[in-house]
Every structure is written in structure tokens, then in C-alpha cells.
């Protein structure tokens, strides 16, 4: 599938609007004019509800309008990725952020992440981050 799973922590920056974060939002920016932002369920469940809280439609529209495809949860592949994760000394990944990681795997899909605890993961798994100049994380086969 073509795209790159835009992660939480992005749209987090990318709604702000702050100018520390204008070089992610360029970035986003960038994804949306080329129809390649995609999104998941655990995305959207973090972010819609808050959104829609505080009256926010329009950005929970363009989030709604987004790619988001299904859901297909491994559950032994998890356990496999937080068992590498600890082993290698990276604790305290959460569940949701290990479905986002394994969906971008399954998927071959780059995720676009500002959360450290996925370049962690990457260590372990075979998850690339997007965009890949700026990330040094080794990949294992």
C-alpha cells in the first residue's frame, strides 16, 4: 500500500500550529497535497474524540477523510516485538504504539513519528521511519 502513517504525535504538532513545529507541518503538509497521509483506528481514537470535544470539525473532517486502513492485530507478533523491545533494554512501549508499528510492518508502510519510543522500535523491528535521511536507526532481518 502506498503512503506513510501519520502517527499522533504528528498530528498533535501539525494542530498546534506552533513555530517550533512548522518544519512537521511542512512535512504533513507535504503528505496531504500528495493524497499519501494515511491514518489507523488507534490514530484516530486517540485524536477524534478530544476534536470533536472542543468543536474542532473541521480538522476532525480532514482526519475522517484520510486513508485509514483496517486493522489486523498479531497479537503473538506483539508479544514478539515488546519480548525484542526489553531484551534490548527499551521498556514501556505501549500497546497502542506497538499496533501502529506492527500495522506500518504489515503494511510496508513508512510511519512518520515524533514519539522516540518508535525509532526504539525500529532497533528491533523492521519498521521504517519516514522520512528516512533523517532517522539512524538500525533494522534488524
Not at 502506498?2 to 500550529?17: F, H, M, Q, R
Not at 503538509?29 to 494515511?38: F, H, K, M, R
Not at 488507534?42 to 475522517?64: C, D
Not at 519480548?83 to 497502542?96: D, F, H, M, S
Request: overall charge negative.
Amino acid at each position: 500500500m502506498n503512503g506513510v502513517l501519520a502517527d499522533t504525535s504528528v498530528w498533535i504538532a501539525y494542530l498546534k500550529g506552533r513555530p517550533e513545529d512548522k518544519r512537521v507541518a511542512d512535512a504533513l503538509d507535504y503528505l496531504l497535497s500528495g493524497d499519501e497521509a494515511v491514518v489507523n483506528d488507534v490514530i484516530l481514537t486517540e485524536l477524534l474524540p478530544a476534536m470533536q470535544a472542543r468543536g474542532e470539525m473541521e480538522a476532525a473532517a480532514l482526519m475522517g477523510s484520510l486513508r485509514c486502513p483496517a486493522l489486523e492485530i498479531d497479537w503473538k507478533g506483539l508479544r514478539d516485538i515488546q519480548t525484542e523491545c526489553l531484551r534490548a533494554g527499551i521498556n514501556k512501549v505501549g500497546i497502542p504504539d506497538l499496533i501502529i508499528a506492527q500495522q506500518a510492518v504489515r503494511l510496508d508502510m513508512p510511519l512518520f513519528s515524533l514519539d522516540r519510543h518508535f525509532e526504539l522500535i525500529a532497533q528491533v523491528a523492521p519498521l521504517c521511519l519516514w522520512p528516512r535521511q533523517h532517522r539512524s536507526a538500525k533494522r534488524k532481518s
